[in-house]
């Protein structure tokens, strides 16, 4: 098969997944391997040239007809010199991650970003904020990864340090971070956060509905406070207007500072959609330095899901 070709990876702490593309944006394959601290830099980067290979053969494409590689990696990445200033779950410091990728891969151009940049990148150029050239994602899960794109662009600040919105404070001397301070945005927000305050509400209130759906701790999820608070439990609807509140000020501190024109939501939580999003709009406006009526903001849930940091991966590739 001719033409030109493109490959967006998505590097994780256990795996790695990768689509190719064509050039009109079309996905023609998927394919994944596994990742691990313990293989090392070195080895790392050869699966990754191997993952290229295998997604190229799934595609029935010639390795030799692919123009660029896009990477999402975890950690500070310095997107425009190709350098993963810092992982720590993966011990990397200051490795040229795209120069190595690319020597891997007969010297195809490799471009990357730090993974949450990225989806953000993936949702901007084709997902749900496709209409917008300044858009922020938020994801909620174990922890609030976010990447900022303003005028079609990833802000990466100085050597890629920025757009680490999850430990903005919101809670002076708050509860402890994995990051090591108190306080931070995905202490109050994260999935992780929601399910700590389902289970302390539970504790304190046995004849909740949230036992219906959880009749264990240990099976609380993201959905247990919500389900039940669209019932009617008052206690679950505490913890769901706690939790509302939490993210909203977080997403307000972003607006004021960036004045995006969209908020997309993503992770887990997001399925909650309208019943999510409708809270957060009317509290941004509510106490937004520039309200709605001034300044329009959508907030929307993010459309990708999974694939957004392959997505965004090809829209690197596209660059590269």
Aim: with cysteine; charged share 20%.
């Amino acid at each position: 098969m001719g033409g030109k070709f493109y490959v967006g990876i998505d590097l994780g702490g256990m795996s790695a997944k990768a689509g190719l593309f064509d050039a009109e944006g079309t996905m023609l394959a998927k394919e994944s391997v596994k990742t691990s601290k313990d293989a090392g830099y070195e080895a790392t980067v050869m699966s990754l040239a191997e993952l290229v290979q295998k997604v190229c053969q799934k595609g029935g494409v010639s390795q030799a007809h692919v123009k660029g590689v896009g990477v999402g990696s975890p950690g500070i990445i310095n997107g425009q010199e190709g350098i993963v200033v810092s992982w720590t779950n993966f011990g990397w410091e200051n490795k040229a991650l795209a120069k190595d990728l690319s020597a891997a891969l007969q010297k195809i151009p490799v471009k990357i970003s730090n993974d949450a940049n990225v989806a953000a990148l993936g949702e901007a150029r084709f997902g749900a904020g496709k209409q917008y050239s300044d858009s922020i994602l938020i994801t909620l899960g174990t922890g609030v990864g976010s990447g900022i794109i303003l005028q079609n662009k990833i802000f990466e600040g100085y050597r890629g340090g920025a757009g680490e919105a999850g430990h903005m404070t919101l809670v002076v001397g708050g509860i402890r971070c994995t990051c090591g301070r108190r306080g931070c945005f995905e202490q109050y927000a994260s999935a992780t956060a929601l399910l700590r305050e389902t289970k302390r509400v539970m504790r304190e209130h046995k004849d909740s509905r949230m036992w219906k759906y959880a009749p264990t701790l240990e099976q609380v999820d993201g959905t247990t406070s919500f389900t039940a608070a669209k019932e009617g439990d008052a206690a679950a609807q505490e913890v769901v207007k706690n939790y509302i509140m939490y993210l909203s000020e977080g997403i307000l501190n972003l607006v004021n500072c960036f004045r995006p024109q969209a908020i997309l939501v993503g992770g887990g939580v997001s399925g909650q959609g309208e019943y999510l999003l409708q809270p957060i709009r009317e509290y941004v406006n509510e106490h937004l330095f520039v309200g709605f009526d001034r300044i329009p903001l959508a907030i929307v849930r993010a459309d990708l899901g999974n694939d957004a940091g392959i997505w965004g991966a090809y829209a690197l590739a596209l660059d590269a």
